[in-house]
């Protein structure tokens, strides 16, 4: 039997360091993704508590569902990053990084929890590359 074009609604929370020092502690940030799924792959979007107020549009995901796995990247409009006092700049004329999400179904199979990655920067030398790559865990339940 295959599933056409199902809507989804899941809401939940990312984390990620707020600063370089060990010490920091991470924030928790809520969000909202909503989906169409279609057989095992869906597309959607995705808004967070942190964000939604400075974009005029959603960021965008795309992925996938494979058996108790969910795998999905999500890109915001634009890049953007926080000033010295924390306030959100966009930057119109960036692309923001591809950040991938990789969860795991949960007993429930309702609730989801993994990892998300986004390399923000990348060199290439001779013997290999550069990069330096922010993640955190995100955890997310289906609403409908």
Not at 9 to 35: N, S
Not at 52 to 58: I, R, T
Not at 60 to 76: H, L, P, W
């Amino acid at each position: 039997m295959k599933t056409i074009h199902l809507r989804q609604k899941w809401k939940g929370f990312f984390t990620y360091q707020e600063g370089y020092k060990a010490t920091e502690q991470y924030k928790e940030v809520a969000f909202t993704l909503e989906i169409t799924l279609t057989e095992n792959s869906f597309i959607g979007t995705s808004t967070d508590s942190e964000s939604k107020s400075v974009f005029d549009k959603p960021a965008t995901v795309k992925g996938f569902i494979e058996d108790n796995k969910i795998s999905f990247v999500m890109k915001y409009p634009c890049a953007y990053f926080k000033d010295e006092n924390g306030e959100i700049v966009l930057d119109k004329s960036s692309e923001h990084p591809e950040i991938h999400y990789l969860g795991f179904f949960n007993e429930d199979k309702v609730s989801v929890s993994g990892n998300w990655e986004m390399t923000i920067y990348e060199e290439k030398y001779s013997d290999g590359y550069l990069e330096e790559i922010l993640n955190g865990e995100f955890e997310m339940r289906k609403m409908n």
